[in-house]
């Protein structure tokens, strides 16, 4: 079993510029139910998992702890996609046999991508 979801803070305003910014990393915005529709926005990869964007009028961002995602296309294409939508990946040093980056969100949150899942 995986993790299903994990929650992220953001301020309301800048929910749309998050959801960009995670579709470039596969995943889609999905309806929250009921009453949480209007505390937050989620998306969601096709695998299933979840980021919960949570609305909070002074978000806290984790100083150093981060969300690790697989690229969903060739590692390549995410890291272009992700510069050019003025996105700044860092390469980092490859763990696990693959290449690997950090971004931040808009909201400043820190992602790993990875070209594939860890391994051993």
Partial sequence: MGLQHTS????????????????????????????????????????????HLLYTDD???????HVAVVAPAPFADTIAALQAAGHAPEP?????????????????HLVEVMAGPPTG
């Fill in 8 to 51: 992220l803070e953001t301020r309301e305003a800048d929910a749309e510029a998050e959801i960009a910014f995670w579709a470039l990393l596969g995943f889609t915005r999905v309806e929250p139910p009921g009453t949480l529709a209007s505390r937050a926005t989620w998306v969601q990869a096709p695998d299933g998992t979840q980021i």
């Fill in 59 to 65: 978000p806290v961002v984790l100083p150093r702890g």
């Fill in 92 to 108: 980092r040093a490859e763990y696990w046999g693959v290449p690997r980056s950090y971004v931040r969100t808009p909201a400043g």
